[in-house]
């Protein structure tokens, strides 16, 4: 399942989150979208390599034109959870109570969550049963602090509801960054939670997820 955002005014998920996508769909697996409200839900569109022919060919948009809404959703029906990055996700997937439920039951059913970019600050808040954060001593990447506060593109992260790499820390992981991983495209595997720093190794995040759950 690949959870997705409605959240207006600043970048929705990038397309290179549909190199995820690819990745599943490749290994034979179907991928479920869901998102707050349910329904349509806007992506980057710029053509950008094999996700220009997944978003044609491959019945993403389909998928992005009919997302689930959390009801709809028997958290029982999936081995695992991914969740993209762009700024969208962090406004209204982070703090829903019903995605961030079937994350938990997903996770505590034995099941595999996986986040890029900005995805990891929407599983920062997933609570479990025993009332502690699942990403609680958990090494987990996500947008680097240092990163956002130096970029433009959301007014050096002032317009955000709160920095990535801030909010996992306050709740318990051991956050990774660029002084602590050997590269930026390095995925981070810890249990059973798989997470990147940046988008553009989406793909290797869901791989990662597929190894394990194999």
């Known amino acids: 399942m690949k959870t997705i955002t409605h959240a207006p005014g600043l970048p929705q998920e990038s397309n290179m989150g549909v190199f995820a996508f690819v990745a ?3 290994h034979g697996y179907t991928v479920d979208f869901a998102s707050p409200k349910g329904g349509k839900v806007e992506f980057s569109m710029d053509p950008l390599g094999i996700s220009s022919y997944t ?5 993403f948009l389909d998928k992005a034109n009919q997302s689930l809404t959390p009801k709809e959703v028997n958290p029982g029906d999936y081995w695992g959870v991914y969740i993209g990055g762009g700024y969208g996700p962090l406004f ?3 703090n829903n109570p019903e995605l961030l439920s079937i994350i938990a039951n ?3 059913s034995g099941g595999i969550v996986g986040g890029g970019g900005h995805g990891a600050g929407s599983f920062a808040n997933v609570t479990l049963s025993t009332g502690e954060f699942m990403v609680d001593g958990i090494r987990v990447a996500g947008f680097p602090d240092a990163t956002e506060q130096s970029k433009s593109w959301a007014k050096e992260g002032t ?3 709160f920095l990535v790499e801030s909010q996992l820390n306050k709740n318990g ?20 939670i798989v997470s990147t720093m940046f988008l553009p190794s989406a793909a290797l995040v869901a791989k990662e997820m597929i190894i394990l759950h194999e």
């Open 92 to 94: 209204d997937v982070a």
């Open 173 to 192: 992981a051991i956050a990774q960054n660029k002084t602590t991983l050997e590269n930026k495209d390095a995925v981070v595997i810890d249990q059973r």
């Open 106 to 108: 997903i996770y505590e």
């Open 24 to 26: 599943f769909v490749s």
């Open 159 to 161: 317009l955000l509801p």
């Open 55 to 59: 978003i044609k060919y491959e019945g």
